[in-house]
T-cell receptor, first 114, second 111 residues
């Protein structure tokens, strides 16, 4: 029974390139969340999705960032035209019934923009 | 925005010592969760507390939810090097599905 799978674990992009981060939730989990972690800021909410629907994207920057969770396949967090400030650890989490009882997190994707 | 303040932010102790981590807010939470995160990995859920005054034990870890559901504590008895990590508290942000996290307490247990 695999947990939340994220890939790649490490991603290096040059400024201006696109970054695509993938997340497969735990089997049976229909709620997917993306968080960003910076050393001095802690974990910050980005977006909450269910299959084919964005439920809450209040933590997403207005430009360059997008997320999807298609009917088939993993959830994707896409960052266009990356800048150095996008360098961070990006974590995906899933839950079977919302946040009240907690999430299962993946191991994260560490994005470095050079 | 509801905030969770954790204290202390850093703690370095010797194996066998006891410690308590605090998680405080001025807001009421429907539940609070504790996670432990090791370097290079994602947070791992330790416990969820839901009822005011609730106490839960997980081996040497004791978690308590305040009566007013605004604060929580984590007590570790006889700490071991394997307890080293970042301890995070989190709670659902009022009426929404997103969790708000404290900045964490970085624990180092020296052998």
């Amino acid at each position: 029974n695999a947990g939340v799978m994220q890939n790649p674990r490490h991603l290096v992009r040059r400024r201006g390139q696109e970054a695509r981060l993938r997340c497969s939730p735990m089997k049976g989990h229909s709620h997917v969340y993306w968080y960003r972690q910076l050393p001095e800021e802690g974990l910050k909410f980005m977006v909450y999705l269910q299959k084919e629907n964005i439920i809450d994207e209040s933590g997403m920057p207005k430009e360059r960032f997008s997320a999807e969770f298609p009917k088939e396949g993993p959830s994707i967090l896409r960052i266009q035209q990356v800048v150095r400030g996008d360098s961070a650890a990006y974590f995906c989490a899933s839950s079977p019934q919302g946040s009240i009882y907690g999430y299962t997190f993946g191991s994260g994707t560490r994005l470095t923009v050079v | 925005t509801q905030l969770l303040e954790q204290s202390p932010q850093f703690l370095s102790i010797q194996e066998g010592e006891n410690l308590t981590v605090y998680c405080n807010s001025s807001s009421v939470f429907s539940s609070l969760q504790w996670y432990r995160q090791e370097p290079g990995e994602g947070p791992v859920l330790l416990v969820t507390v839901v009822t005011g005054g609730e106490v839960k034990k997980l081996k040497r870890l004791t978690f308590q939810f305040g009566d007013a559901r605004k604060d929580s504590s984590l007590h570790i008895t006889a700490a071991q090097p394997g307890d080293t990590g970042l301890y995070l508290c989190a709670g659902p942000q009022g009426g929404s599905e997103k969790l708000v996290f404290g900045k964490g307490m970085k624990l180092t247990v020296n052998p």
